[in-house]
C-alpha cells in the first residue's frame, strides 16, 4: 500500500535510506530449489557501482549483497529471501547545512509535503541509493528467467543529444555507457566529460531488449505487460518517458504499416514491440526511457527554504554527470522483475495436463 | 491478481466482453455520503460513444449505466458501487469466419497463446468495449476529484502527423478530436477522412493536463505518482508510449536547463510536469500518451491461423479510422481514478491534529 | 482494501445491497477452458434458500443466477467471471419505522458509527442476502476442486443445545439440518419450532469435513491455511468462533496425546484437522464453527436511536428462527473458495519439471 | 502473496528462519512523525524470551532489535521500517540426525510436500523463532493505537486443565503465566513442571481484551474485523481455536438472551465481544484463543522418515513445556497490529471536514 512492494506474485519490497545503516529487499514468491549464493550478486552490483569511470564521481561503495534468509544449504527454500546492503563512506555532514533547503530537480520539495518530517541526507529515501536493492532482486529474477532462455539487455542510444547510429550489441560492454556505437560512445564521453567540467548534466535514452521471452506473459485489462513494464521503468527516479516498441512513432505510421504481418515464420515487424493486446507474443520486446539528466549540478540555481523565502543554491561534492550507464542496471533489473512475476502468474493459469501426476508425488 | 483491477484504496474492477451480455464495472473505497446518480454518468459516455462524427463507425451504443449497489437515497454509502452498462447491436456474424486468423496488430494470437480458449468476437475482453467501464469509473473518480478542486482534462495534439500549433483549450470543445488549434482540427480530420477512405488508420498524441492536484500524492519508491500514471495510460489498449512533462525531451536538455527553479511564487517553470520524486508538487501534472493507428483496416494483410497456414485477410465492416477523440475520455478517466486512489492513500500519510475530534463524533 | 474481496489468486469480489437492484460477485483468477453453465448454480442456490422448512420464514427468493461474462461457448476464458442474482420480493416498508433505530444484535449501530449514510433496509449489504454470491462463487471454486477430487462438505452437529450423538454423512441430506443424526434432528427441529413459536432464536454448531484435499497447500506464516479458513468463516455474519482439528479440547490433551503419530499408511489421528504448521498434510480438513442465534427476535427488546434516546423495540415480520441450515452450503462456499485459491497459490510453488515442454505448445 | 506479509495499510512482512542469520520484518505505513527507538521494543522482546522460568528452556536469546531503516532524528519517516534481530545460540547440530524424520505434530511432513527443499533446523521458517519479529511490529502498532487510548492485553485463564476462576487483571504481571488468579497460576505451575518433568507438554487458553477501541473499526464484508482477528490469531502456530465475545458459548444462547441490549450508557451486556457486523461497536474486544501443547516432547512416538519408512523417535534437547505463556506478547502483538491496520484504514473512509484546511497547509 505504501509502494515500497512491486510485483504481484514474485514480489520485491525494497527499504532503506541512503544515509541509514543500509539498504535492503525481501524477495517473496521466488519457487524453492533455486541455486543462489552471495556470489551471485557480485557482477551486477559492481555495475551499479558509482566511482569507475572519469565522467563519475569517486565515491567507493562496496555493495556487498548479505543473505539474511530465504536460502538453505545453497537452494532457495520457498520464503522469504531478505538481503542486506549495508552503507558505508556516508558522510551526511554536507547535507546538514542544507536540511532546510528544497534542492532543485530533487524530491525535497514533494516529500517535505507528504511527510513533514523527512530524512534530508543525500535524498533519504528518494536517493538513487535505494536501487542497489533494486539491482539485487533482479538477480533473483535472472534466476526464475535463465532457465526459459529469457535474457534482458539494456543498453544507451543517446546521451548529451549524441545518438547512436549503428548497434553491435557485441561492442556494448566495451563502451562505459553500454552504447553499441563505439563511436558515439566516444562522442558521448565527451558530452560527459564537457558537462562535468561545467558543473552541469546530461541525460540521455536506454534501450532495453528482452529476446527468448514466452508468448502468453501479461494479463488482459490493467496488468498489460506493457502497463506494468512502464510503471516498472517510470518508478526508477530519472526516468520521465517510456515507449514500446515503435512507441511515438507508432503515432506517426498508418495502420496498414504498424501493424505486424504474421507468417508462418513469425511476425514480419515489430513495431508491437513484442507484446499485442498486453500479453507477450513471443517475439522481442523493446522498451525504451527518456533519462533526465541528473538534477545535483553545482551551477548556482533559485530556490527557497521551507520558510518558503528565496535562497540562490550551490551545491558542492562530487556528483556524476550523468545518471546512464549507473541505471542501465537498474532498469535491467526492473524489467526481470517485472517478467519473473507475470512468468509466475502464467504458470497459473495455464491448464495443466500434469495436475495429477504432480500431486500425487 | 489478474489484472482486472486497477489502484489500491479507490478500486476499479472491470468485467465484461464485446459481444457477452454487458460490460460493468466495481469501484470500491469510495467514500460514503457522495452523491451519485445514473444522469451523472449521461455526459462522458456519451463523449466516448462512436458515430457523431464522419470519419467514425455508424455502430450506435446507447451506454446507459445501471447503478446496481452502493448508493442509497442518492447517496454512496461507502461499500461497492456496481455499474453496468448492456451491450446492444452486437452482431458478431461477422466475426465468425475470422474465427481461426490472427488479426494482425490485435490481440488475437497472443490471447490465444496464453488462454487457449478464447471469446473471439469483436476481441472479447480485448475489445475498446472494456473502456466503457472505465469511463464510468472516471465519473466516481471525479467525484473525489471535485471537491478539491482537481480537473482533469485531455485533448490531442498530434494525429495523422498533423501538430497543434496553438494551444487554446477553450476551444478544444469546438473540435471533434479535442484539438485545441482550430486550424490543425481541420487539417487532423482532413487526415481521419483520407484514411478512412482508403481502408486505413491513423494515430496521434494526446496530451493530459491536471489542474489544482494537491503536492504530497503519490508514494516514494514504485507507487511513485508518474509509475503508477504511467501504468494507467499505457493500460488503455492503443498507448504505445506515454511522458510526464519534458518527458524524452528532458532527456536533451542539461540539468541547468531541465531543473525546475522554486521561487517563494511557486515554480518557475514545469519540466518535471507537476511531480518530483514521484510526489505531486502542487504544480500542473502534464502526462503525453502517444495513440497507435486502430489495427482494423479493410487493407489486405498477411497472417496465419491457430494452425500456423498463411492467410490474406481483407477485415470487412465498419471501423473508425482513429482511436482519437473516443480515446480521450477513457485517458481522462485513468487519470482521474489514479489520482482519486493516491488522494485516498495520502489521506491516511496526513498526520492528523484532528484525530481525536473524528473519533469523538 | 474496503473488504469486498476474497483470495489472492482465485479472488472473490461481491457487490450489492438486500433491498437493492441485486446481488453479484466477480469471480476472477478462474482457468480457461473450464465449463460453467447457468444451471450449475441451481442446487446450492436453492439450498440457500429460505422458505422451505417450517422453521423458516416463508420470504420466495428465486435466486436465479445469470453470467454476465467470462464465459464463452459455455467454458470459462480466464476473464472476471461476473454473476448476477436478481434481487426479489423487496418489500422495505417494514423497515421504514426502524430507520433510526438500531436493532440489538444487528450491524445498525456499528455501521452508522462507521458510514454515517446506511442503507438500512433488511441490512443493507450487512444483510445474510450479501452470502448468496458467496455460494455462486463458491460453485465456480468447485469445479477447480472437483477434477482433484477434494470434497467440502458442512453438517450440523449442535442446534439449540441438541448435540448430534451418531455421525452417518449418508443421512445428512434426509434431516432438515442437514444433521447427520436423525434422532438428534428430530430434537433440533422441535427445538427450533418452539423458538419460532417464542418469536425467539438458537444458535448451533456445524463442521465442515474436506475430503482428498492434496498435502501442500497452505502458506507458512500469515496466510497458514488454518488462518485463511478461520478468516472465511468467520466473515461469514452469525460465527463467533472458529475452530481446526481438536480446536478447543487440544488445549486440554497432553503433547503426547495431541500429537498424530506418523505412520507408513498415513497419520494414526487426525488432531490437527489435516493441516501442520499451516500446510494441508493431506488428511481430511475438519473445521468447527459456531453460529450464534439470529438477532431478529420479535421480543420486545431494549435499545437506542440515533440520537441517543432509549427506545422499546419489537421487530414484526417473518424471519427465521436459526442461520442453520441456511448457513450450512454459506460455510462450505467459504471452505471451497479457501481451497481454490491455496490451490492455485500451491500450482505456482512447485517446481515444474514440465515447464519448457509446457512453453513450446 | 507467499503470505508472508499481514494487514493492508499497516503491513508487516516477516523474513528469517530459527538457525539463519536473524529474524527480521519490514512495518510499512506506519505514519511520519512517530517517536521510535530501539529500547522502546526491550520489554515485549523480554516478555516473549524464554528461560526466564524453571519450566521453560534454558535457551538464551537476546533479542536486541535493530532499527535498520525508516527512521531518523528519532522519529518515523513514513517510509518502510526495517527491524532485524541476530540469531545467537544457533546450535543446529542437534537437528541433523533428524534431517530425514518428520517430527509428529510440527510442520516437517506438510513443508516437505510443499517445498521438497526445506530448511529442517530447528523448524525453519516454522519455527516459533518468527513470531519475535511480530512481537517487534507490535511495538511499532502500539504506538498507533496509544495515542487513541487503545490499550491490548492478553492473559491465560486455562492451562492444564486448570481454569483460572478470578480475574483481577492487576495481578496477572505477578503470575510467570500472565494468569490473573493466583491459585489458579499456582495450580499451573504444578502442572507446567509436571509435565516437563515427564518429557511432556501441555496446553491451555488465552484471553485478549482490547479497551478503549473506538466504534467503526473494520470492513462489512470479508475484512470483518472479527474475521481478521481470527485470521491474525490463528496465523500463531500453536492456535488451534479462536472465539469472539460470547463464542462457542453463543451458539447455545437463545436469541434473546445473546442480543446485548443498547442503552443511553451504552452496550447492557457484551456477548457480541465488542463486534457487530464485523465492526467494532466501542464496547471491549474480548477473544479467545485455543492453544495445542508444545509438539516437541521427550517422550518416544511413531513417525516415517523422507522414504516412508516407520520410525520411533525420541526428540532430546531442552523444550519448553508449553507455549504459555511466551505466545501471549504474540497474540497481543498479532491484535495490535489488526488494529493498528483497521485504525488507518478507518481513517480513509470518514468524511473529513478538515480536508481543505490539511491541504492548504
Same mark, same amino acid.
Given at each position: 500500500m505504501a509502494g515500497n512492494t512491486f510485483g504481484k506474485v514474485?514480489?520485491?519490497?525494497?527499504?532503506?535510506?541512503?544515509?541509514?545503516?543500509?539498504?535492503?529487499?525481501?524477495?517473496?514468491?521466488?519457487? /524453492? !530449489?533455486? &541455486?543462489?549464493? +552471495?556470489?551471485?550478486?557480485?557482477?551486477?552490483?559492481?555495475?551499479? =557501482?558509482? #566511482?569507475?569511470r572519469s565522467f563519475e564521481s569517486p565515491r567507493k561503495e562496496e555493495d556487498r549483497v548479505e543473505i539474511l534468509s530465504g536460502v538453505f544449504e545453497g537452494l532457495t527454500?520457498?520464503?522469504?529471501?531478505?538481503?542486506?546492503?549495508?552503507?558505508?563512506?556516508?558522510?551526511?555532514?554536507?547535507?546538514e547545512k542544507m536540511r532546510n533547503i528544497f534542492? /532543485? !530537480?530533487? &524530491?525535497?520539495? +514533494?516529500?517535505?509535503?507528504?511527510?513533514?518530517?523527512?530524512?534530508? =541526507?543525500? #535524498?533519504?529515501?528518494?536517493?538513487?541509493?535505494e536501487t542497489a536493492a533494486r539491482v539485487a532482486a533482479g538477480v533473483v529474477a535472472d534466476k526464475i528467467l535463465s532457465p526459459i532462455g529469457t535474457k534482458v539487455v539494456c543498453y544507451t542510444i543517446e546521451l548529451g543529444c549524441v545518438r547512436a547510429e549503428h548497434f553491435d550489441i557485441a561492442l556494448m560492454d566495451e563502451s562505459p555507457f553500454y552504447c553499441p556505437d563505439p563511436d558515439a560512445s566516444r562522442l558521448m564521453e565527451e558530452?560527459?566529460?564537457?558537462?562535468?567540467?561545467?558543473?552541469?548534466?546530461?541525460?540521455?535514452?536506454?534501450?532495453?531488449?528482452?529476446?527468448?521471452?514466452p508468448a502468453g506473459l501479461g494479463e488482459p485489462v490493467f496488468d498489460k505487460l506493457e502497463a506494468d513494464l512502464a510503471k516498472a521503468v517510470m518508478s526508477v527516479g530519472a526516468v520521465k518517458g517510456v515507449e514500446i516498441g515503435a512507441g511515438f512513432e507508432a503515432a506517426r505510421l498508418a495502420g496498414s504499416k504498424n501493424n505486424d504481418p504474421i507468417t508462418p515464420?513469425?511476425?514480419?515487424?515489430?513495431n508491437a514491440g513484442g507484446i499485442l493486446g498486453g500479453i507477450s507474443n513471443g517475439d522481442e520486446i523493446i522498451i525504451r526511457a527518456a533519462v533526465k539528466p541528473i538534477p545535483s549540478i553545482s551551477i548556482e540555481q533559485d530556490?527557497?527554504?521551507?520558510?518558503?523565502?528565496?535562497?540562490k543554491l550551490t551545491i558542492t561534492g562530487r556528483h556524476d554527470a550523468t545518471a546512464i550507464p549507473r541505471i542501465n542496471p537498474v532498469l535491467e533489473a526492473m524489467v526481470r522483475i517485472t517478467l519473473a512475476d507475470h512468468y509466475l502468474r502464467y504458470m497459473q493459469v495455464v491448464r495443466l495436463k500434469t495436475e495429477e501426476s504432480m500431486l500425487s508425488t
Open positions: 514474485f514480489t520485491v519490497t525494497t527499504f532503506g535510506e541512503s544515509h541509514g545503516p543500509g539498504i535492503g529487499v525481501i524477495v517473496d514468491g521466488c519457487p /524453492p !530449489g533455486t &541455486a543462489l549464493k +552471495s556470489e551471485d550478486f557480485v557482477h551486477d552490483m559492481a555495475r551499479r =557501482r558509482p #566511482g569507475k527454500t520457498g520464503t522469504p529471501i531478505a538481503l542486506f546492503i549495508r552503507n558505508r563512506d556516508a558522510d551526511s555532514r554536507p547535507y534542492r /532543485p !530537480g530533487h &524530491a525535497d520539495y +514533494s516529500y517535505f509535503k507528504r511527510y513533514g518530517h523527512v530524512d534530508f =541526507r543525500g #535524498g533519504g529515501r528518494a536517493s538513487a541509493r558530452a560527459a566529460q564537457k558537462a562535468r567540467n561545467q558543473g552541469d548534466s546530461i541525460g540521455g535514452i536506454v534501450e532495453i531488449r528482452v529476446t527468448s521471452c515464420d513469425g511476425f514480419a515487424s515489430n530556490t527557497i527554504d521551507r520558510n518558503g523565502n528565496p535562497v
